[in-house]
């Protein structure tokens, strides 16, 4: 598999970034902004988990050292505040970038010693009437914020304005951020490429130690390991959250982490794995036939699941609502439960019952997306929070009366991810046990439809099995 040119991230970004975020402070009253970047985390004793920044605070900066904040007001002027070149650390860590250097690598327009902070903070944030910060994020910020508040307001005396408002800075970023720009979306392409050609990697290798015999002694660790091996080889930082592998039963079990279960030839593996790549997610499930060749009852189901998945995705448009493609995906699903005995006809009717009284739920039991971006589970309201409440049900066969769907626009991504997940039970057909299959891919609205980010990997059961036998889709 070939390697792909490394992309690199584009410094003018976060600058176009932080003027919008300086307008939409404007629009909602101006003021000041204040953003940390994430805390770097014990694993153990003195080992920390490899450092990720935070990520309205990349987005806004494309900083990656830890210990910085970004201030921004809402005439447009920032500051970041990070840390000293300190030589002897350095031999250590690494390079710091380092104030004096930050604003012409960065784009801002001054750049302080973050060792001065609770100096510092006081002069950055008085004489603007609001205080915008993320609420509930960062542990002990509130109590911080109040005591810079606390020396700005003894300030007053000197005609010195202190902020009387603090609102939820999240507020207006997840907003901006759902909606990703031409630069993210060059990210996000790659990160689902990427994320493709491991699940290529997975599916060939199973494949080719299920044609020379050497399955025997290979478990769910081997193929992550060989995800990994990938990701890396492109370029990624790693995966983007914990890799999903289940051989046989384990991929009833949503997020089962990959273990030390068997590759057992007859039976399915399902695979949701993504790569990060330059702080962006992909998120990406495939689900192979360990030895190469779908059973009967397994390609029945997938097929099922690979409908429901079209139908979801023929929903994705502007204009239409996120809700829109389970609707459509639920109703494949709930149409195959009944025609393959999963659902007795005699017993819930048709699709129309089975969706109204949640029959289908221990069948499938999740959505069938999520907004995908910087964080796999990505931020932005799921509701159109400018419309009046309606009544609609509930997926557990009530009804509960909240505001519409999300409205869809071009740059919003989505995952498109169902999923059919059949545990043994009484009356449950026996052909169908221990079948666990999840079909994801990662799709950004276009102004015309969507498009699929990550269909460099197999989903057509004939060309999953063409791959494995070692032909190219
Ligand atoms: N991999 C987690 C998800 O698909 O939401
Ligand atoms: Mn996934
Ligand atoms: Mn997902």
Redesign the pocket.
């Known amino acids: 598999m070939s390697l792909l040119p490394p992309l690199t991230a584009d410094p003018e970004a976060p600058r176009q970034r932080r003027a919008r975020l300086a307008e939409a402070l404007r629009a909602a009253g101006g003021g000041v902004a204040v953003l940390p970047t994430a805390p770097e985390r014990v694993r153990n004793r003195d080992t920390h988990h490899p450092y990720r920044p935070d990520s309205h605070f990349h987005y806004l900066t494309g900083f990656d050292e830890p210990e910085a904040w970004l201030v921004l007001d809402s005439s447009g002027r920032s500051t970041l505040l990070c840390r000293p070149r300190h030589p002897e650390r350095e031999v250590w860590d690494g390079h710091r970038l380092g104030p004096e250097a930050a604003p012409a690598a960065l784009g801002v327009d001054e750049a302080l010693s973050v060792e001065e902070i609770d100096h510092l903070m006081p002069g950055l944030i008085g004489g603007h009437a609001i205080l915008w910060f993320p609420f509930g994020v960062h542990e002990g910020l509130a109590a911080r914020v109040e005591r810079w508040l606390d020396v700005v307001r003894a300030r007053e005396r000197q005609g010195v304005t202190c902020p009387t408002q603090c609102r939820d800075l999240s507020a207006l970023l997840d907003e901006m951020r759902l909606v990703k720009d031409a630069h993210e979306l060059q990210l996000m392409r790659r990160a689902g490429t990427i994320s493709a050609l491991a699940h290529v990697r997975v599916m060939e290798r199973c494949a080719q130690w299920a044609r020379e015999g050497r399955l025997d002694g290979r478990r769910e660790y081997h193929l992550e390991a060989e995800l990994l091996h990938e990701f890396r080889r492109q370029g990624a930082a790693g995966p983007?959250?914990?890799s999903?592998v289940a051989a046989g039963a384990n991929a009833c079990v949503?997020?089962h982490p990959a273990g030390d279960a068997p590759l057992k030839p007859g039976e399915l593996c399902l695979v949701?794995?993504?790569c990060e790549y330059l702080g962006y997610a992909g998120?990406l499930?495939r689900t192979f036939p360990v030895g190469g060749r779908f059973s009967a009852p397994q390609r029945e189901l997938y097929e099922i699941v690979l409908a429901a998945q079209a139908a979801a995705i023929g929903a994705l448009r502007p204009g239409g609502r996120l809700r829109e493609a389970h609707d459509a995906a639920l109703r494949v699903l709930c149409q195959g439960m009944l025609d393959t005995g999963l659902l007795d006809r005699n017993r819930h009717g048709d699709v129309d019952e089975v969706i109204g009284t949640a029959a289908y739920r221990p069948y499938y039991m999740?959505g069938t997306g999520?907004w995908l971006g910087r964080d796999?589970?990505d931020v932005g309201s799921y509701l159109q929070e400018d419309e009046p409440p309606i009544e609609q049900p509930d997926g557990a066969g009530g009804w509960v009366v909240r505001k519409p769907s999300r409205v869809l626009r071009p740059g919003m991504v989505t995952?498109v991810?169902p999923g059919l997940y059949v545990r043994p039970a009484e009356g449950v057909p026996e052909r169908y046990w221990h079948i666990g299959i999840?079909i994801?891919d990662d799709a950004v609205i276009t102004p015309t439809g969507c498009e699929l980010l990550t269909r460099d990997a197999p989903v057509h059961p004939d060309e999953i099995e063409a791959l494995m036998r070692g032909k190219a889709p």
Request: glycine share 6%.
């Open positions: 983007a959250y914990p999903i949503l997020h949701d794995a993504g998120d499930t999740h999520h796999v589970h995952t991810e999840r994801e």
